[in-house]
Structure formats: structure tokens, C-alpha cells
């Protein structure tokens, strides 16, 4: 069984300032990474994710995740942020080979002020 | 790519009525898709496991009875939601599984329901 830890439930940002969203997992098994991004009152969107090779993945509007094994994190960041990022951000795994059934960590609420 | 809608995307239906949800892959064929059920401020619950032409597979605590699920297409599978109550008001989101790559879940826009 996996499962997923966001350490920050909330994480309010200024316009233009960088942030880290935190994301640790736990699995018996090698894990498939991803980061969605949910809108409000919308569905989730895939910003990026990690299968295998480099371990550092980028999405096209700027974000970054950095998938570190020896410390089972996978932490998203954007160096600077703006307004239209206000939004829902969900951590989640699979296991890999294994199996495609999501587990989603908590969220985290990313708050862009001017 | 990999576009999944649902339909309706807002539904408000009385205490005691059934509700049907759809969930389509507009521009692939899914082997495999998912629903999750919402609450507000909180993380997605899986509710069950659809693969088209067999049984859905449901989690712990999901009411098979009380939520139908038929995945009839490798493009089309729906909820229904029996009998629904005001606790059953919730973001109902769909995902769906591309056939050819299989690691990947893409989400539909939800479906909020709500039961007066």
C-alpha cells in the first residue's frame, strides 16, 4: 500500500515570489509520481509526473518537480508565481508496474496575492 | 489530447430520486476508468474501479447498490446514484485510463450533486 503526505495544507504567496509545495510517500514498491492542479469547482489537471530516467520534471507553464528517492519526496516549485496559479494542488502515486490506482495526498491550497 | 468530459456538470434532484452521471473519453479509448467522489476543502476518495465490458470494482465502504456504475464502451461509463439523500450531495469527478499508455489518469470536469 502507498500513501502521501502534503505537509502544508495551505501555502499563501505573493505575486511574483517563488514557492515549494511539499510531498512525501511512503510505498513497499517503486512508485509513479504525478502533480494535478484543480481549479476551483473543476476536475484535476495533470501538471506533471514522474515514471522513470531524470528526476527532474518540468510542465509547461513553469513548474518543477524533483523526485528524490533516498528521502521518498517529490516536491513541486515555481519560481515565480502568478495570480491565475491560485489553486488545488494534489500530490499522488501509483505503484508503478503494478498497478494504476491513485493515491492522493491531502492537497495543498495555493493562495497568489498581489 | 486525452480530453474527458462529464455530463451534467450540475445536477439538483430530490431526496428519494436516482441520478445518472456520464463520463466519456472524447478523443481515446479507455480500458479503465475511475470515480471519486469530493468533499469540499478535501482530497479526491476513490469509490470504485470500472473496466468496460466487466464488473466495477468498488472500495471499502462504497455501497455497491447504492451507486451503480456501467461501463457499457471503451469511451462511456456511468454512475448512477440510487435512491440518492442529502448526504449523498457531493463533486463526483470520472478518470479514465488511455489504452495505450496506461500510467497516466485523465480527470473529467465533475460533476457536482445535489440532494434536497
Known amino acids: 500500500a502507498q500513501s502521501v503526505t502534503q505537509l502544508d495544507s495551505q501555502v499563501p504567496v505573493f505575486e511574483e515570489a517563488p514557492v515549494e509545495l511539499r510531498c512525501n510517500y511512503s510505498?513497499?514498491?517503486?512508485?509513479?509520481l504525478f502533480w494535478y492542479v484543480q481549479y476551483p469547482n473543476q476536475g484535476l489537471q495533470l501538471l506533471l509526473k514522474y515514471l522513470s530516467g531524470s528526476t527532474l520534471v518540468e510542465s509547461i507553464n513553469g513548474f518543477e518537480a524533483e523526485f528524490n528517492k533516498s528521502q521518498t519526496s517529490f516536491h513541486l516549485r515555481k519560481p515565480s508565481v502568478h495570480i491565475s496559479d491560485t489553486a488545488e494542488y494534489f500530490c499522488?502515486?501509483?505503484?508503478?508496474?503494478?498497478?494504476?490506482?491513485?493515491?492522493f495526498g491531502g492537497g495543498t491550497r495555493v493562495l497568489v496575492k498581489p | 489530447g486525452a480530453v474527458v468530459s462529464q455530463h451534467p456538470s450540475r445536477v439538483i434532484c430530490k431526496s428519494g430520486t436516482s441520478v445518472k452521471i456520464e463520463c466519456r473519453s472524447l478523443d481515446f479509448q479507455a480500458t479503465t476508468m475511475f470515480w471519486y467522489r469530493q468533499f469540499p476543502k478535501q482530497s479526491l476518495m476513490l469509490m470504485a474501479t470500472s473496466n468496460e465490458g466487466s464488473k466495477a470494482t468498488y472500495e471499502q465502504g462504497v455501497e455497491k447498490d447504492k451507486f451503480l456504475i456501467n461501463h457499457a464502451s471503451l469511451t462511456l461509463s456511468t454512475l448512477t446514484v440510487t435512491s440518492a439523500h442529502p448526504e449523498d450531495s457531493s463533486f463526483y469527478i470520472c478518470s479514465a485510463i488511455y489504452r495505450v499508455t496506461t500510467d497516466t489518469q485523465y480527470f473529467g470536469p465533475g460533476t457536482r450533486l445535489t440532494v434536497l
Open positions: 499522488a502515486v501509483t505503484p508503478g508496474a503494478a498497478g494504476n490506482k491513485l493515491t
Open positions: 510505498s513497499s514498491v517503486s512508485v509513479y
